[in-house]
């Protein structure tokens, strides 16, 4: 069978970005000059019939295919680790930002999953740096390092449940994208994923509340705090703010919809 052929009786099967990105990995595969009309192989036909059933099944593309694409980069995904998703990469801009025109050093990725936003960081800072990433999962752990290496950047991992694996170390800058979804959300498609990377209580609020409440002693003077959060979570961090003290608003970071999905914060 040609590869248009198959296209043509399974284009309904799948959503076009879904489609475009196993194409670009089939591509990967073949020889260069590989087109649309070249006949596809047995091995070929097994592997579009394995991605086929389980996509069928509802599993993300990103596991299928082992990878996705996080702020123009491929990062290597399997099920069990929180696959990156388009809020963050948001997220990790603002992060950029930061780095770039502040005079930061130290920088943890708190939370790190598969270490996209520290990865990122590492590659397009405008200077040196000292990044570390955390997680509580070795799973997290052990594709983070594979991302890291295959990158060559030199990210620090630690493991470690929120700050409880760090002593004396201080940061110019701690990003976190830590679970935030509300226990009751957690279905369909997000079904696939790993609750701890998810969960974050009743409201979700559970960890973000923890990493407020702790992110400070582990900052330096007039360290910024960048943290994703849901979008109906603003109303409960100024309430925090407001209460503690501790940290100033310097910026909500929106999505292109203008859903609120994160904050800027700097130690006072
Ligand atoms: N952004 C993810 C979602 O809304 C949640 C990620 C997280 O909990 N950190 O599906």
Redesign the pocket.
């Known amino acids: 069978m040609k590869l248009k052929d198959w296209l043509n009786v399974n284009r309904e099967v799948f959503a076009q970005r879904d489609l475009n990105f196993l194409m670009s990995v089939l591509m990967d595969r073949k020889s260069a000059g590989f087109t649309d009309d070249c006949m596809l192989d047995d091995s070929d036909m097994d592997y579009l019939l394995s991605v086929k059933n389980l996509y069928s099944e509802g599993y993300p593309i990103a596991y299928i295919l082992r990878q996705e694409q996080f702020f123009g980069l491929d990062f290597f995904v399997e099920p069990g680790v ?1 696959i990156p ?1 388009p ?2 990469e948001i997220i990790t801009e603002e992060a950029l930002d930061i780095v770039n025109k502040n005079s930061i050093n130290f920088v943890l990725d708190l ?1 790190c999953g598969i270490s996209c936003i520290a990865i990122v960081i590492a590659k397009h800072a405008n200077k040196s740096l000292n990044i570390f990433a955390s997680d509580i999962s070795r799973q997290a752990l052990m594709v983070s390092r594979k991302n890291i290496d295959s990158y060559n950047v030199p990210v620090r991992l630690i493991r470690s449940d929120l700050f409880s694996g760090f002593r004396k170390e201080s940061f110019d800058l701690i990003v976190a ?5 509300e226990t009751d959300y957690i279905k369909g498609s ?1 079904s696939f994923e790993p609750r701890i ?2 969960d ?1 209580r009743s409201n979700g609020f559970y960890f973000i509340e923890k990493i407020l409440r702790n992110a400070h002693k582990y900052l330096k003077s007039k360290g910024y705090l960048i943290v ?1 959060i ?1 979008y109906n979570h603003r109303g409960l961090l100024n309430r925090f703010i407001e209460n503690t003290g501790i940290y100033d608003i310097v910026k909500w970071i929106k999505d292109y919809s203008s859903y609120t999905r994160g904050v800027i914060l700097r130690l006072k």
């Open positions: 929180l998703r809020e963050t939370c994208n830590p679970p935030y979804v997000l990377a998810l974050g994703e849901g």
